[in-house]
């Protein structure tokens, strides 16, 4: 009989240790548990940039990830690539894009959830650059894991062969420099030149150098949304390509250059330029084609050292909005596949926030996905950012990187650059380099004065800005 109450007394207990195993500590029911697999597409960095924090993240965030994989797509087809991907709704579920390239994804991708991140902790994190151009209605729309920005490569035995002990910080001062460093003979032909400057086919990125002087003279993208409009035919424009076109104007004080001079990067190389300006991606390639050329970087001269400016050009982390859930027949279903987008989304978030973000005290912030509210903080090894600049040798975009960048006497000028740098998010952006190319050609060739050719050019870039704006 006793035994039999005992019975008893065990069943009546267990729906309350059932109700107990379901509830949380909020006292709402605990979401099922589920596991999703990840995949980043990109283009620039191989798949080793990523590996080590990858490999972290998925030990760290198991309960919830599967694997978080990279591709490392082709270059020349990698637009096209996506946009085929998404069509046929099996696209990544992070990828990378240029950040002038916004205006072409919008549709295509999705912010991070407001209980991931702010705009300030953004703004706090990350360069003014990146800020501007990915956080939309105080929504954040993608993070970057580097900035670039231009600097100037000088050749350090022409600079010693010409008794000039220091680059130039100013433009004033680097055409003071041309007169000591280009070497023309009597009939014009540079026999060796100061400084790449002043046409577009031959000088690698000369539209983003005319449009970092244009930024000096006081240029001003206006943000509408997720793309940037810029009158191309305003007073700072015409300043900047009146200015940079006479580097290669042979009745000019600075001519330096022309159109029949061999590509800018390999003239540096092989020693005959003594001057270049180019973001830090350049860096490697020298060393590997003249390990030998002495060679040195500093930051982008300036109009006014009072008010520094320069151009970006960097790409940036986005996250897919939507994308088919895997077969069930497939074996990897592991979650409510009718809230498959909103656990993708979720966990694809909160690996970039691991992922591109500082971690004070080393630690992340964890959430379920059906469950946001919830939150556990788990302890990291490393922070991935840094790893990766230091493996990768690239500008940091996040400010607390940028201090110690400041030390490394190849990253600085870049790095520091980045604080005052500015893009323009126009979509077409190859398109807009050709216009802008077109018209410093038309210039050089004296078939238009620089005027007419941004009068030109405007007509184009207005297409092209407001087809951005509606896209």
């Not at 390239?101 to 295509?108: E, G, R």
């Not at 449009?211 to 006081?218: D, E, K, R, S, T």
């Not at 960097?314 to 497939?330: F, G, I, R």
Request: aromatic share 10%; with cysteine.
């Amino acid at each position: 009989m006793k035994r039999f109450r005992h019975v008893l007394r065990t069943l009546s207990v267990l729906p309350f240790l059932a109700a107990a195993l379901l509830l949380s500590g909020c006292g709402k029911v605990l979401p099922p548990a589920y596991r999703v697999d990840l995949e980043i597409w990109g283009t620039i960095d191989d798949s080793d940039a990523y590996q080590a924090a990858m490999g972290e993240y998925q030990n760290t965030a198991k309960a919830h990830i599967g694997s978080v994989s990279y591709r490392k797509k082709a270059p020349e087809t990698y637009r096209e690539d996506l946009l085929n991907a998404f069509a046929e709704g099996n696209g990544p579920d992070m990828f990378f894009i240029r950040s002038s390239w916004l205006p072409l994804f919008k549709n295509l991708i999705v912010p991070a959830p407001e209980y991931q991140t702010s705009e300030k902790e953004f703004r706090d994190a990350f360069v003014d650059v990146a800020a501007d151009d990915l956080v939309v209605n105080g929504k954040t729309y993608g993070v970057p894991m580097s900035v670039d920005s231009l600097s100037l490569y000088y050749n350090k035995d022409l600079f010693n062969a010409a008794g000039i002990t220091t680059p130039p910080t100013t433009w004033g001062e680097l055409v003071a420099d041309t007169r000591l460093l280009n070497s023309i003979d009597y009939y014009g032909n540079i026999r060796q030149s100061a400084i790449s400057l002043g046409t577009a086919k031959n000088i690698n990125r000369s539209t983003d150098i005319l449009l970092a002087m244009a930024n000096q003279y006081g240029l001003r993208a206006r943000a509408n949304g997720f793309s940037d409009e810029m009158n191309v035919s305003s007073d700072p424009m015409r300043n900047a390509l009146s200015f940079y076109s006479g580097f290669s104007s042979i009745g000019s004080d600075r001519y330096s250059w022309n159109a029949d001079q061999h590509y800018s990067v390999d003239a540096f190389y092989e020693g005959n330029l003594a001057m270049m300006i180019n973001y830090s991606w350049q860096m490697d390639a020298i060393r590997k084609k003249n390990a030998k050329l002495n060679f040195g970087v500093a930051s982008l001269p300036q109009l006014n050292t009072a008010a520094p400016s320069n151009y970006a050009n960097y790409w940036v982390l986005v996250v897919a909005k939507d994308k088919k859930a895997p077969s069930p027949s497939s074996g990897k279903v592991t979650f409510p596949v009718a809230k498959y987008n909103d656990i993708r989304i979720h966990e694809s978030w909160q690996f970039l926030h691991y992922l591109a973000y500082p971690h004070p005290g080393m630690t992340e912030i964890l959430r379920n996905a059906l469950a946001p509210d919830s939150a556990v903080e788990v302890a990291l090894k490393t922070d991935p950012a840094k790893e990766y600049v230091a493996k990768t040798g690239q500008p940091a975009a996040r400010r607390d990187l940028i201090e110690e960048q400041k030390k490394d006497p190849w990253l600085a000028p870049f790095a520091v650059g980045n604080l005052i740098a500015r893009d323009w998010r126009i979509g077409e952006v190859e398109a807009a380099e050709g216009v802008l190319a077109d018209a410093i050609g038309s210039v050089n060739r004296g078939e238009v004065v620089v005027q007419q050719a941004l009068s030109i050019a405007s007509t184009q870039i207005d297409k092209l800005q407001r087809k951005a704006s509606s896209e």
